[in-house]
């Protein structure tokens, strides 16, 4: 199930909307193999009857296991939006993160020389606020994610910086004193000083 576009905010869009990797089932098809394995070989070998329903019901129970799983795999999304990161969780009842992208810290990822075989991996990403660091697993392609989330955090500081700088020029704010502002908001660290000397450029070109 993707991501409702109901549950987005003005202006924000989904980048990345992911489910689980396939290693989420392994021990479920383990599972389901080994109980029909073990059916064949019965049935080859004319299992006394009461064993064969053993059997059966092994199988039988192996598929409702997979089944429920497949069901928790398609209830579970990791979303990077332009603003936030957001997962979601749950069958009957769910539950869910959202961290914000000015909150986002770092975002490490971790593979198993296996892992990195199969394309999965795990992600912890910390953040400012209560929630400190937190740990998802089984991340399909978690360096492309970690890449994308970091690619999310610059635009969305590069667009309010730019919201921040049109909002200046709105008002009538003479460029000498947009430079103040724009420095001002540099000390207080809300703009790099690279997104500073950006901005100063090119209000300088344009007196």
Do not use: C
Not at 38 to 66: E, N, Q, R, T
Not at 104 to 133: C, H, P, Y
Not at 166 to 188: H, K, Y
């Amino acid at each position: 199930m993707a991501h409702p576009p109901k549950q987005l905010n003005h202006n924000e869009e989904v980048v990345l909307d992911l489910r689980p990797h396939w290693w989420f089932f392994a021990k479920h098809i383990l599972g389901v193999v080994s109980a029909i394995a073990i059916g064949i070989v019965a049935l080859a070998f004319d299992a006394p009857g009461w064993l064969s329903i053993v059997v059966g019901v092994g199988i039988l129970l192996s598929l409702v296991w997979f089944g429920l799983r497949y069901i928790v795999w398609t209830t579970t999304n990791f979303v990077v939006t332009t603003d936030r990161l957001i997962v979601r969780s749950g069958v009957l009842t769910r539950e869910g993160t959202e961290i914000p992208l000015e909150r986002v810290n770092t975002v490490f990822f971790r593979q198993s020389l296996f892992e990195r075989l199969i394309g999965s991996g795990d992600l912890t990403i910390e953040s400012a606020g209560e929630m400190g660091s937190q740990r998802f697993s089984d991340i399909p392609k978690p360096l492309n994610v970690q890449n994308e989330i970091y690619r999310q955090m610059e635009d969305n500081e590069n667009r309010k910086f730019d919201r921040v700088g049109n909002n200046m020029a709105q008002v009538g704010t003479s460029i000498p004193e947009q430079i103040r502002q724009l420095d001002e908001l540099r000390r207080q660290g809300v703009v790099s000083d690279a997104e500073f000397e950006a901005k100063k450029r090119e209000l300088l070109d344009r007196m």
